[in-house]
């Protein structure tokens, strides 16, 4: 089993910033990509920001310019630096993991995600 865990969610006034954390743990063999992805109320879950193994980055055209996102492969950990948030920035934010991991019964490569964090941005 794999436990993503998130921190770093919370009420933002509109141009503030905030970071997120999410830390992969369990028992892992190899994580290929992390990111966020992100679900407003009515709206489909998608993705914000990624990361491979190897430091290769994906942004939403949306996000471009203003998230960063990092990672730390001797931790499991990534991280998403949001400057400049808007109030469309608002949702619930999701760490995904692809990994490689034992299951339990066997090993597989599969997506895990975490619980989710609030991101609110409003004045």
């Known amino acids: 089993q794999v436990q993503l865990v998130e921190s770093g969610g919370g009420l933002v006034q509109p141009g503030g910033t905030l970071r997120l954390s999410c830390a992969a743990s369990?028992?892992?063999?190899?994580?290929?990509?992390m990111g966020w992805y992100r679900q407003a109320p009515g709206k489909q879950r998608e993705l914000v920001a990624s990361i491979a193994s190897g430091g290769t980055t994906n942004y939403a055209d949306s996000v471009k310019g203003r998230f960063t996102i990092s990672g730390d492969n001797a931790k499991n950990t990534v991280y998403l630096q949001m400057n400049g948030l808007k109030p469309d920035d608002t949702g619930v934010y999701y760490c995904n993991a692809n990994v490689t991991a034992h299951t339990g019964t066997t090993v597989k490569r599969f997506d895990s995600w975490g619980q989710g964090t609030q991101v609110t941005v409003s004045s």
């Open positions: 369990g028992r892992i063999f190899g994580i290929y990509a």
